[in-house]
């Protein structure tokens, strides 16, 4: 594994930037954008499980790669960050490449 962002270890992230599994260095993308959405709302700040326009697209990130809320099941209440953008990624629209400091 490895510290910061984009920790890719199966067994998690070693100790740094990323210890605790809250994954905040990650939060910079777009406001308002959930996965097969053509366009985002820029302003909904957190989804809270459910998709902006009632997408049947599912999230393709495995859970090894979660950055955020990693210790939930899969589909379940809990995971309410199973439609945002880095839970399928290419499937959401982007307001901006750099992103907007969401």
Not at 3 to 31: D, H, I, K, M
Request: charge should be positive; hydrophobic fraction near 25%.
């Amino acid at each position: 594994g490895s510290a910061g962002c984009n920790c890719g270890s199966p067994t998690g992230c070693e100790v740094g930037a990323r210890a605790g599994g809250n994954g905040q260095p990650c939060l910079w993308f777009s406001q308002g954008c959930t996965i097969g959405c053509s366009t985002c709302d820029n302003a909904t700040q957190h989804t809270m499980g459910k998709s902006l326009c009632n997408s049947t697209v599912q999230p393709t990130l495995p859970k090894y790669a979660w950055t955020l809320n990693r210790n939930v099941t899969p589909g379940s209440p809990s995971d309410t960050y199973r439609h945002h953008p880095w839970r399928a990624p290419g499937t959401a629209p982007v307001v901006d490449a750099c992103g907007m400091a969401g």
